[in-house]
T-cell receptor
Framework: DTAVSQTPKYLVTQMGNDKSIKCEQNLGHDTMYWYKQDSKKFLKIMFSYNNKELIINETVPNRFSPKSPDKAHLNLHINSLELGDSAVYFC??????????????FGPGTRLTVL | AQSVTQLGSHVSVSEGALVLLRCNYS??????LFWYVQYPNQGLQLLLK??????LVKGINGFEAEFKKSETSFHLTKPSAHMSDAAEYFC????????????FGSGTRLLVRP
C-alpha cells in the first residue's frame, strides 16, 4: 500500500514537448511538495502546497506549473521542455506545513529525460 | 539563513567498520535537523531527526546522530557498517520561517567494502 506514489516512473520526451507528472498520497497529509534532484544528486525544493494552497514557490521557470486538485494530489505540468529539465523529480508530503519538525515522506521519483 | 554542509561527497568503509558521515549546519535560531537516506533508484527515507528534545538521537537501522551546538554539527554514525547501508545520505535543516521547507546538503555516498 504505497504512501506517496508518482506516475510515470520514467519519462523520455523531446525538447519542446509538454508533459505532466502526477503525485498522490494516501497518508492524509495536509502539505505536499515537489523537489528536483539533478545529476549531481543535489536536491532542491520547487513548490509546496498546504491544503491546496501554494505556500512555497521557489525560483522556478514559469514553464513549471503545479496543480493541486485536492489535498491528496499534487501534479506538476511542464511546458516547452528543455534539455536542462532532465532530472529526477520527487513528490513528498508531510502532516502539516506549520511545524518545522514534521517528517516528509517521499515518493519513488520520476526520472525525466529530455532529448 | 539556514544551511547545511556535508563534508565528503564519498565515504568508503569496510563492512563491520564504524560509519561517520559529517554534517555542519548554519542557523541563527535553534534548528530542526534531519538525516535522510536514498537507496539506489528510490525516494528518500527519514533516518532520524533532531527537534531539541535530546542531543543524541537514535534512528532506524542502527544509526544515530549527536547534535553539538558548540561545533554546529550533527554527524551521523553507525558502529558497524553493513553492506545494505550503501546509499546516498542527506543532511537537511528546516527553514525556520512560515514555509518550514527543508534545505538539503549536497549528499554523501556511502560505499561499503566486503
Amino acid at each position: 500500500d504505497t504512501a506517496v506514489s508518482q506516475t510515470p516512473k520514467y519519462l523520455v520526451t523531446q525538447m519542446g514537448n509538454d508533459k505532466s507528472i502526477k503525485c498522490e498520497q494516501n497518508l492524509g497529509h495536509d502539505t505536499m511538495y515537489w523537489y528536483k534532484q539533478d545529476s549531481k544528486k543535489f536536491l532542491k525544493i520547487m513548490f509546496s502546497y498546504n491544503n491546496k494552497e501554494l505556500i512555497i514557490n521557489e525560483t522556478v521557470p514559469n514553464r513549471f506549473s503545479p496543480k493541486s486538485p485536492d489535498k491528496a494530489h499534487l501534479n506538476l505540468h511542464i511546458n516547452s521542455l528543455e534539455l536542462g529539465d532532465s532530472a529526477v523529480y520527487f513528490c513528498a508530503s508531510s502532516p502539516s506545513g506549520t511545524s518545522g519538525d514534521n517528517e516528509q515522506f517521499f515518493g519513488p521519483g520520476t526520472r525525466l529525460t529530455v532529448l | 539563513a539556514q544551511s547545511v554542509t556535508q563534508l565528503g561527497s564519498h565515504v568508503s568503509v569496510s563492512e563491520g567498520a564504524l560509519v561517520l558521515l559529517r554534517c555542519n549546519y548554519s542557523s541563527s535560531v535553534p534548528p530542526y535537523l534531519f538525516w535522510y537516506v536514498q537507496y539506489p533508484n528510490q525516494g528518500l527515507q527519514l533516518l532520524l531527526k533532531y527537534t531539541s528534545a535530546a542531543t543524541l538521537v537514535k534512528g532506524i537501522n542502527g544509526f544515530e546522530a549527536e547534535f553539538k551546538k558548540s561545533e554546529t554539527s550533527f554527524h551521523l554514525t553507525k558502529p558497524s557498517a553493513h553492506m545494505s547501508d550503501a546509499a546516498e545520505y542527506f543532511c537537511a535543516v528546516s527553514k525556520m520561517d512560515s514555509s518550514y521547507k527543508l534545505i538539503f546538503g549536497s549528499g554523501t555516498r556511502l560505499l561499503v567494502r566486503p
